[in-house]
């Protein structure tokens, strides 16, 4: 297709005459790749159709998942949302801008059908990143913003991931260095005094509960969903999301090809015991929708297969040395086989394993540095040919629920306890 046009500019302070070509393409109607607190976005005008088709086209994006506009500053909101209440109020004085995203009901006609989805609800966040106010302002427009990546790529967190997935099928690209969280924002919905959560990222549970009296999970998002295991403690839709998540008879290990799983159409979870991977029950599900689908979630963008490496990848739970010795013997059958082997792991972990890819997210106790690291470490293995990756997980408070979140994403919710 076209050029991409890269300008560089300096991402504390960008000067005006760095980010007006952007801006300008932005008003007329192109597609911007540009750098948020979270991940890369690519942007257009939310309010013209065209220039939203061109965000979908470019990604290959499915058109049933809405987008989240961006905007500079509060007034901007005015006219995309209906009166809002104390509630959402209270989260934007604390969060924004910021790594939150409010589900609000839509202002009718605001912005295009095809931001929304057709639902009758918009998701609107203003960023943190002085580049990406900088740039919505400039422009003028309510900014649509998905992850600037190919539709099941990992997200990008350097303008070199963008440039990877996207150049030649976008205008530009506003390079400003590294992005900040490396994951996503968080995407909640208020429900009375409830404030939920459809999708975990940058702002956590705890964050949200300083400031709101109620903090739920849609089924899809809590602590454990997709994983058949660990559930948030009393929530009922947790208890649900891990019943229509878990195989059949989850307890018992289900061995490759079984009829009762398959025949559900449902991929396993996880294995109490004895694990085992599952090519044919897993490749029964349909393509590109991942197990979170059955759950109808309230995110839209929550069923479909993200951030998945080419590779095949494994998430490991349980004990530290029952991990480490699984993950060993795992990896060295690979390699009999004949197959590239990575591991993901961390730095007090990563001694000792005989793979050919060994990357590791940082130490374990600053699980801020792994949520930095682990799209670019997805994207490495993509880059090298790892054919089979074993992920180690981690705990699931503060950001590293998020971390959990996209690890079972990425893993194709092959999650194994050992
Ligand atoms: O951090 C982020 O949120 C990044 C940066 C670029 O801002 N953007 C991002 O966009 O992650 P995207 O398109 O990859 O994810 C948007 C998520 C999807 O899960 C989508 O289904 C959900 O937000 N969403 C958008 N509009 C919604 C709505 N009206 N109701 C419920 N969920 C919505
Ligand atoms: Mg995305």
């Not at 839709?237 to 008879?249: C, F, I, N, Q």
């Not at 759950?295 to 297969?305: F, I, Q, V």
Request: aromatic content about 4%.
């Amino acid at each position: 297709m076209n050029r991409t046009i890269e300008w560089r500019v300096d991402a504390r302070a960008p000067k005006p005459e760095e980010l007006a070509e952007a801006a300008g393409l932005l008003r007329e109607g192109d597609t911007v790749a540009f750098p948020t607190e979270t991940v890369y976005g690519l942007g257009a005008d939310a309010r013209s159709d065209e220039a939203v088709a061109r965000i979908f086209e470019a990604k290959g994006r499915p058109s049933d998942n809405p987008l989240i506009v961006h905007i500079a500053d509060r007034a901007q909101l005015a006219g995309l949302a209906l009166p809002w209440g104390e509630l959402a109020e209270r989260l934007m004085d604390r969060f924004w801008p910021g790594p939150l995203t409010l589900v609000l009901p839509a202002a009718p006609g605001a912005v295009s059908s095809r931001v929304t989805a057709g639902l009758d609800t918009v998701a609107v966040r203003m960023p943190s990143h002085p580049v990406a106010l900088a740039l919505i302002a400039a422009s003028g427009c309510p900014v649509a913003a998905p992850s600037a990546n190919r539709s099941g790529r990992p997200s990008p967190t350097l303008a070199a991931h963008v440039a990877a997935d996207l150049g030649g099928r976008i205008a530009g690209i506003v390079d400003g260095g590294a992005a900040g969280v490396g994951l996503e924002s968080t995407v909640v919905e208020i429900d009375g005094e409830t404030v939920r959560i459809l999708r975990p990222g940058g702002v956590t549970a705890e964050e949200l509960r300083e400031v709101v009296p109620r903090v739920e999970y849609d089924a899809v998002a809590a602590p454990g969903a997709g994983m058949g295991t660990a559930t948030a403690a009393g929530d009922s839709r947790a208890a649900d999301s891990e019943r229509l998540a878990a195989s059949p008879g989850d307890d018992v290990p289900v061995r490759s090809g079984s009829a009762a799983a398959s025949s559900q159409g449902l991929r396993p979870t996880s294995f109490s015991a004895d694990p085992v991977v599952h090519p044919a029950t897993v490749a029964a599900q349909p393509p590109g929708l991942s197990a979170d689908a059955a759950l109808a979630p309230r995110s839209p963008g929550m069923k479909y297969a993200h951030y998945a490496p080419r590779g095949v990848m494994e998430l490991v739970q349980g004990d530290a040395e029952a991990r480490r010795a699984y993950i060993r013997r795992e990896a060295h059958a690979a390699r009999a086989r004949g197959e590239r082997a990575g591991i993901l792991t961390f730095d007090e972990r990563a001694g000792g394993y005989d793979a050919d890819d060994v990357l590791s997210l940082g130490s374990l106790a600053r699980l801020e540095t792994a949520a930095q690291s682990l799209y670019a470490a997805l994207r490495e293995f993509d880059d090298r040919g790892t054919q089979r990756i074993w992920a180690e997980s981690v705990p699931e408070t503060g950001i590293g629920h998020a971390l959990m979140n996209r690890l079972v994403k990425a893993a194709g919710h092959r999650v194994v306890r050992v």
